[in-house]
C-alpha cells in the first residue's frame, strides 16, 4: 500500500470515528421514563406498574431511568410537575388520574404517555376513542363511570331497606364529576336519596363527617382518587367508630378494614400499563395502541369489619364474592 493511501485511510478513520461512537452511544441510549403521581409514596399501584416493567426485563438504573414527580396530593403542583418532565425530554411519561393527565396533556403534545385512569377517557376528552385514542396518549380505563352506578346497586342487593346514601368524592377531579352525575342517574330508580358529600379539598372532610354523624345516612359510597386515598385512615375510623357500611373501588382498601369493594384488580391494570409502555419503548405510537379496559371485576367483603360495625351480609352475596376477609 502506498504511503498516500495509507495516510487517506488514517484521515478518514479519525473523521468517521467521532460519528460510528455517536451513532453507537444512540443505539445503546438507556431510555428515560417520567413519571407523574397526584399523591405521595408509597404507592402500591406505581410500585405494581415498575414489576410490570421489571418482568418484561426492565431493570430501573440498569437498562432504564425514571424520573419521579409527586404531587404529594396538592392538584395546583401538577402544571409546574409536568413541565418539568417535558424538560427533561423523557422518552416518554406514566401516569394514573384524571387531573395528572389534564396537566401532561398541556404540557406535551408529542411524549408518549401511558396512563391508567378509573374515569371514562372519552367523557373527559382525553383519547378520540378507545380503539383509536390518536395523538400521544393511550392507556388503561378501569370503568369507573360505568361501575359506580353497579356499586350503588349493590349496596341495595345487600342492605334491600337502603334509602340514604351518602356520597363522599372530590369536586376538584373532572373524571369524578362524571362519576357522581352516572351514579345519581341511577339513584332515583333504585328508590335511593342520595347525599352530596363532595369536597374540594381534604380539609373539608371534617364537615362531611358532622353533617353524616347528623344526618345518618344508612350507607356511604365512597369515589376515592389520590386525594381522597391520602386520607384512607381518616375516612374509614370514621366509618368504623358510627358503625356506616361503606363501598369502595379497589380491594386494597376493603384490605385495610373497608366493608366491600367491587370493580378491576388495580395491581393487575398497572402491570398491563407496563406492557403498553414496553410497546412505546420499542418505538409503537399511542395512537395506534388502543386503551385497553378489564374484563374481570372482584367482589371483596370484609367480614371483620361487618361484625364490627353489627352488620349481617347475605350468604348470597358472600357466595359471589372473590375474596372474603374473616
Same mark, same amino acid.
Given at each position: 500500500? /502506498?504511503?498516500?493511501?495509507?495516510?487517506?485511510?488514517?484521515?478518514?478513520?479519525?473523521?468517521?470515528?467521532? =460519528?460510528?461512537? @455517536?451513532?453507537?452511544?444512540?443505539?445503546?441510549?438507556?431510555?428515560?421514563?417520567? +413519571?407523574?403521581?397526584?399523591?405521595?409514596?408509597?404507592?402500591?399501584?406505581?410500585? @405494581?406498574?415498575?414489576?410490570?416493567?421489571?418482568e418484561l426485563g426492565y431493570i430501573e438504573g440498569k437498562n432504564i431511568l425514571i424520573e419521579y414527580r409527586f404531587a404529594e396530593g396538592k392538584a395546583e403542583r401538577l402544571p409546574e410537575?409536568?413541565?418539568?418532565? +417535558?424538560?427533561?425530554? +423523557?422518552?416518554?411519561?406514566f401516569t394514573g388520574g384524571t387531573p395528572p393527565i389534564f396537566a401532561l396533556k398541556q404540557a406535551t403534545k #408529542?411524549?408518549?404517555?401511558?396512563?391508567?385512569?378509573?374515569?371514562?377517557?372519552?367523557?373527559?376528552?382525553?383519547?378520540?376513542?378507545? $380503539?383509536?385514542?390518536?395523538?400521544?396518549?393511550?392507556? %388503561?380505563?378501569?370503568?369507573?363511570?360505568?361501575?359506580?352506578?353497579?356499586?350503588?346497586?349493590?349496596?341495595?342487593?345487600?342492605?334491600?331497606?337502603?334509602?340514604? =346514601?351518602?356520597?363522599?368524592? *372530590?369536586?376538584?377531579?373532572?373524571?369524578?364529576?362524571?362519576?357522581?352525575?352516572?351514579?345519581?342517574?341511577?339513584?332515583?330508580?333504585?328508590?335511593?336519596?342520595?347525599? &352530596?358529600?363532595?369536597?374540594? &379539598?381534604?380539609?373539608?372532610?371534617?364537615?362531611?363527617?358532622?353533617?353524616?354523624?347528623?344526618?345518618?345516612?344508612?350507607?356511604?359510597?365512597?369515589?376515592?382518587?389520590?386525594?381522597?386515598?391520602? *386520607?384512607?385512615?381518616? %375516612?374509614?375510623?370514621?366509618?368504623? /367508630?358510627?358503625?356506616?357500611?361503606?363501598?369502595?373501588?379497589?380491594?386494597?382498601?376493603?384490605?385495610?378494614?373497608?366493608?366491600?369493594?367491587?370493580?378491576?384488580?388495580?395491581?393487575?391494570?398497572?402491570?398491563?400499563?407496563? =406492557?403498553?409502555?414496553?410497546?412505546?419503548?420499542?418505538? $409503537?405510537?399511542?395512537?395506534?395502541?388502543? =386503551?385497553?379496559?378489564? #374484563?374481570?371485576?372482584?367482589?371483596?367483603?370484609?367480614?371483620? #369489619?361487618?361484625?364490627?360495625?353489627?352488620?349481617?351480609?347475605?350468604?348470597? +352475596?358472600?357466595?359471589?364474592?372473590?375474596?372474603?376477609?374473616?
Open positions: 500500500m /502506498k504511503k498516500g493511501t495509507f495516510t487517506f485511510f488514517i484521515l478518514a478513520a479519525l473523521i468517521l470515528a467521532p =460519528v460510528c461512537l @455517536a451513532h453507537a452511544q444512540k443505539q445503546g441510549t438507556i431510555p428515560r421514563m417520567g +413519571v407523574l403521581r397526584l399523591g405521595a409514596p408509597p404507592d402500591a399501584n406505581l410500585d @405494581a406498574f415498575i414489576q410490570g416493567l421489571r410537575l409536568a413541565t418539568e418532565l +417535558v424538560r427533561l425530554k +423523557v422518552d416518554a411519561i #408529542t411524549i408518549p404517555i401511558v396512563f391508567v385512569s378509573t374515569s371514562d377517557p372519552i367523557g373527559t376528552g382525553v383519547v378520540a376513542s378507545l $380503539a383509536h385514542p390518536g395523538g400521544n396518549i393511550t392507556g %388503561i380505563s378501569l370503568l369507573a363511570s360505568d361501575l359506580w352506578p353497579k356499586r350503588l346497586e349493590l349496596l341495595k342487593e345487600i342492605f334491600p331497606k337502603l334509602s340514604r =346514601v351518602a356520597k363522599l368524592w *372530590n369536586k376538584g377531579n373532572a373524571g369524578m364529576t362524571l362519576e357522581a352525575k352516572a351514579t345519581q342517574e341511577v339513584a332515583r330508580p333504585l328508590g335511593v336519596v342520595l347525599q &352530596d358529600r363532595g369536597v374540594k &379539598d381534604p380539609s373539608e372532610l371534617e364537615v362531611v363527617f358532622a353533617a353524616t354523624t347528623k344526618d345518618r345516612p344508612d350507607a356511604f359510597l365512597t369515589l376515592m382518587d389520590p386525594i381522597l386515598r391520602s *386520607n384512607e385512615k381518616r %375516612i374509614l375510623d370514621f366509618l368504623a /367508630k358510627n358503625r356506616l357500611p361503606a363501598i369502595f373501588e379497589n380491594r386494597e382498601i376493603v384490605e385495610a378494614g373497608g366493608l366491600i369493594s367491587y370493580g378491576a384488580n388495580y395491581s393487575d391494570a398497572h402491570r398491563r400499563a407496563a =406492557v403498553q409502555m414496553d410497546k412505546i419503548l420499542k418505538g $409503537a405510537k399511542p395512537a395506534d395502541i388502543p =386503551v385497553e379496559q378489564p #374484563t374481570k371485576f372482584e367482589l371483596v367483603i370484609n367480614l371483620k #369489619t361487618a361484625k364490627q360495625i353489627g352488620l349481617t351480609i347475605p350468604q348470597s +352475596v358472600l357466595y359471589r364474592a372473590d375474596k372474603v376477609i374473616k
